[in-house]
């Protein structure tokens, strides 16, 4: 609908009656034939309002007086409104107004003295003040006619107020010159009353003006004589009479010819009486032309009332013909009918119709010429047909247009809506106008409007109801469930949806919400049509699988991007409630709430009758659950990634013996903090990794739980669970890699450093300090403390566990190979185990204590008493002098 007019502005704005006003505004008719209205001041003005353009209407006012809207109307806006207001009044007529009727033009005056005035008022009337009325243009702001609604300012007039006149002549005089005017007025007035002579003073001018005049009447009746002689007055008198007689007979006349028409509007009349049955065949048809056909009904029934048991022989025929006529027109309604595409509306006119006129025919040998069963349900069957045949146009148009663009798929723009998406969009629009047509027409049918005489068929309708949101729901599956296995639907339909490629695949993904959104408006619309709930039921099932569909989608997409989340690594320590970890975490946490808002807003929230797509043990559940297990593996499987990627670029470094000539390790103050990524080492990569690993177990999954949970979906348990345990197998596999690079140079080390320079434990030496390989195998444990330390501490018993025991164990080998142990030897190779075993006894299991158990039972021959005293001196005595080296192993739970 367009806009309502708006008028804006007018010229003049105000006038008697009749003024010629050009209005102007906005939106006042697209044409002639679309202003339908026009009143100012509440007068209608329709009759003479010249239309010129959508911005301009001429028009003259109508008899109305005061202010008031000038209000347009037309078929496309409607009622309009007005910015601006006229003023309409009603002129005095004057002497030199023009008027369509006698006027007074010189008003007699009664003087004292009991005479009228013989002059004759001058075309303008001087100020009775005696004031000039220059420099008064300035008008009053208000409308007098206000001020004084029961009085004017002419002195001519009854209701004659001074007050009117002095505001709209004297405004600007000054109060002095109005009391001179008094004055003046006052003198005028008794100069009147002084008597004849001064009232011949003051006038002789005009006197000698009208003896002059009386004296060319005189002379130019003497003339007439002259010409005419004494007997003008006979004359006339006898051109009256031949007037009278000629007008007797003009009368007589007259009389004559309506006597005459009299009795040929008789014969008309009584012709007129029949004329309607004559002129029905021709107007009938007529009608029918113009689809009147409600006309039709009224004229035909008319005619069967009076003259249908008639025996007059022209009457009879004449009905024949029109029965004809009706009978073809009733061949000619039944093919419209059945004619789709058409409204609603039209169909049941012309059902009407068609209904209307088999019933008056009925019971006739005309009649029985042509059966109309059933129009209405003729009707609804074949709209019910081309419902189902757009369906499928529909379909064959889309299907074949991206069959041959799928050459063209992979330089389409990404911007522009699918195929897909423009045939659902189209289908769905399809659905929510006609299904609701042929619902209403089958209301129509059933509730009696529009039955005939046949019984209703309910069953058979529902039947077609439901097939045609069948076939509505099979043609939205073929297109949107792309990903489905729909082998099933194909074998059943028959139909099926051209396999595109990949790409083509993959541009339409991110489509599916708007199709969601399509089927969604279709869908409310059907609904408030009340339909059963078996025909919604069908609607609803599609709407659920495609909402799964496309929380699918969502979760996929977003599985995508976790996957690429190793590239915002920055290996950045910030996570306060875990050391070590990193922030990929908390990227992993941002990118799972965007996700479940865009679930949320596009599938996940119900709308009118949908179903809970998170029901125990339905689809739906099972379909979070695989979505998850699948985000949490990707991001597992990143954190794996980042891990080993990194082993495959760079060489760890060893720790290798400083006895054998080579450093320890060199490692960087921190992990990121002033040369960034690329300072990190491998070794602090691995441990940021298992940092994650620990914290995604204990706290971060968890804490997706509740996430889930917050969004108002169940727990999942299972995914989570399942994501521990991939974790802790990751964990597992990094750990080993982690000790396997770090303990066994550490412990390969030792029997080196053990035998450096022709050592042998069967040979009596110095003792009182520790061997070198024990300082080294210290030294080497406190920079992997350190290492581990620095970036996660929750770490240091893992890792140091599995490298102690590791040293534990080839202590115990290396023992055990010795055949004798000299006095010293003994006594040395005692103070080094238990050294190492005291000091580490804070990571030393059950299978690491053996080990030491056995390294030192494997001493022979045993120690003496006075040997074990010495070592327990010796042993103390190191442990004082090595006690800040050592202070970081007996610190619990660091």
Known sequence: ??????????????????????????????????????????????????????????????????????????????????????????????????????????????????????????????????????????????????????????????????????????????????????SYLKRKVESQKEGQLSFLKSNA???????????????????????HGNETLNILETSIENSISESQKIFTDVLVRKEKADSTRSVLFALSRHKFLFCLPNSVDRRAKAGEYDIVVNDYSRAKNLFGKTEIPIFRKVLEEVDHRILSIRKQLHEKVVKMPQSVEQQKKLIKALISLELQQSGTPIGDKLRNIDPAWDAIEARAKYLEWTF???????????????????????????????????????????????????????????????????????????????????????????????????QSSGLAWPIGSASATHQFLPWIPQCLRFTRIAYATLISLDLPSEALDIIQKLIDEVRLFCFSIIFKRATDRCKKLGSQETWELGVEEYPGATLLPAALETLLIETLDEVQSVCMQRETREGNLLEPQSDGQREVTQRLQEFLSAFSAVI???????????????????????????????????????????????????????????????????????????????????????????????????????????VGTIEPSMYLGRFQWDHEMEIGQLRPYAHECCDNLVGVYSEIYSISPALLRPILESIVQTISEELARLMSCVQRFSFTGAIQAHVDIRLLRDSLEGYVNETAKNYFMEALEAINPPLSGEQKRKADEILERVKRNMRLQLLCFSVKDP
Request: aromatic share 8%.
């Open 640 to 746: 794996e990634e980042l891990a080993f990627h990194s082993h495959d670029e760079e060489t760890p470094t060893h720790n290798v013996s400083q006895l054998l000539g080579f450093p320890n390790a060199q490692q960087p103050d921190s992990v990121a903090g002033s040369g960034g990524a690329a300072a990190v080492t491998w070794e602090q990569r691995m441990l940021c990794c298992l940092a994650n690993y620990a914290y995604c177990n204990k706290i971060f999954f968890p804490r997706l739980g509740d996430i889930f949970v917050r969004y108002g979906y169940p727990l999942p348990t299972l995914a989570i669970e399942t994501a521990r345990y991939t974790v802790n197998q990751l964990f597992t596999n990094l750990l080993e890699e982690y000790v396997e690079h770090k303990g066994d140079p550490l």
């Open 205 to 227: 001018g005009s006197v000698i003006d009208q003896l002059d005049t009386l004296m060319n009447i005189r002379d130019k009746l003497q003339e007439d004589v002259k010409l």
């Open 392 to 490: 499928r146009q529909t379909f064959d148009q889309h299907t074949s247009k991206d069959s041959g663009a799928q050459e063209k798929a992979k330089n389409r723009d990404s911007s522009q809506a699918p195929n897909r998406v423009n045939f659902c969009e189209e289908l769905c629009d399809i659905a929510a106008s006609q299904l609701p047509d042929l619902w209403r027409l089958g209301q129509l049918y059933f509730t009696g409007e529009l039955r005939g005489p046949h019984d209703p068929k309910p069953g058979d309708f529902k039947r077609m109801v439901l097939n045609a949101i069948e076939k509505f729901c099979v043609y939205l599956r073929l297109a949107i469930l792309i990903a489905t296995d729909q082998r099933a639907l194909r």
């Open 1 to 182: 609908m367009a806009p309502q007019p708006v008028v804006t502005g007018l010229s003049p704005k105000e006038g008697p009656p009749g003024t010629r006003v050009i209005i102007r505004g906005e939106f006042l008719g697209t044409r002639v034939q679309d202003l339908i209205g026009l009143k100012i001041c509440g007068s209608d003005c329709l009759l003479s309002a010249e239309w010129k353009s959508p911005n301009k209407i001429i028009a003259r006012t109508g008899p109305a007086k005061g202010k008031g809207d000038i209000i347009v109307t037309t078929l496309s806006g409607g009622v309009g409104t007005s910015t601006v207001q006229f003023r309409a009044y009603h002129e005095t007529i004057g002497p030199l107004k023009e008027s369509a009727v006698w006027i007074e033009e010189s008003p007699s005056q009664n003087f004292a003295w009991g005479r009228r005035t013989l002059a004759q008022s001058g075309l303008t009337q001087e100020d009775p003040l005696g004031l000039s009325i220059e420099g008064n243009e300035q008008k009053i702001p208000e409308d007098l006619r206000d001020l004084f609604p029961e009085a004017c300012g002419d002195l001519s007039q009854e209701h004659f107020s001074p007050a009117w006149f002095l505001l709209e002549n004297h405004l600007a005089t000054s109060f002095e010159d109005l009391k001179a005017g008094l």
